[in-house]
């Protein structure tokens, strides 16, 4: 890393995506904080990036649309006058269903943000890679996964389908884009409380792990540069939560502690 690299971080405005922003800041980077509806949180990020001395430049985007990853690159390619140095696929789509309930609209929902729109930032980091001003530059992009895609059970389907997808892909797109983009997956285990769960069964569920307590999400955060730093990685996945991966459950952690939340 030398001072002028930057990083993506999609969906960066607020919860782990705000963690990853500050912690790459923290470790002398600049900053492209992508969001699309927290405007208030983005700016939020912006000041406490701008406080640690660091630039951080705000692209709203929705990455709903087919062609939202070539927007978001040409955006950030326009506003920084380079290709970032690393992206991290933080922004994801998490909506409850299960297979039965599952339908194409919401299976296409959590693919094309959760899936797609990572493999192709990273296609497409690699393809201008080769025609940027420094093509010998090396380049890094990291896959937010999830424990799940290691621990399976059948609640939230489509979300882990397309985190499934997203996790094997990992070898595969290093293997594709090897050796100028360095392709890694990181999982996070439980950190922060979703959907209609309530604080008491985030506090006991959050705990449910090998090491029995909450995940310091600055630590997941950490994991990411890391990565982004550590040259000898590529086509490997970091479980950073825990251990949770390694407790089974039969349904979603948060049904574990109260099988009525969500259901
Ligand atoms: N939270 C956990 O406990 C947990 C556990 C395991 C893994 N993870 C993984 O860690 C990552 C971060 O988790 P999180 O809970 O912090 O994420 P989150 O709050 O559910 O979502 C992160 C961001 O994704 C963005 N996003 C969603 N749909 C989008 C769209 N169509 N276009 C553009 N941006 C969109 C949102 O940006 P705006 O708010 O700006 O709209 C949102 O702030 C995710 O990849 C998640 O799968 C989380």
Known sequence: MN????????GGAKRLGREFCLAFARAGW????HFNTSDTEALETQDMLHDLGKNCILIKQDLSTPDAHTHLLDKCASQTGQLPQCIVNNASVFSIDDATSSSAAVLQMHFQTNTVVPLLLANSLALRAKTAEHPAKHFCVIHVLDQKVHNLNPDYFSYTVSKLALERSVALQAQALAPSVRVCGLSPGLS???????????????????LQRQIQTVDIARTAVFMAENQALTGCTLQADNGQHLVPLARDVMFGINPQVGA
């Open 192 to 210: 922060y409380l979703s959907g209609d769960q309530t604080q008491d069964n985030f506090d006991q569920a959050c705990k449910i792990n090998l």
């Open 30 to 33: 600049n900053v492209v904080c």
């Open 3 to 10: 001072q002028s690299d930057w990083v993506l971080v999609t």
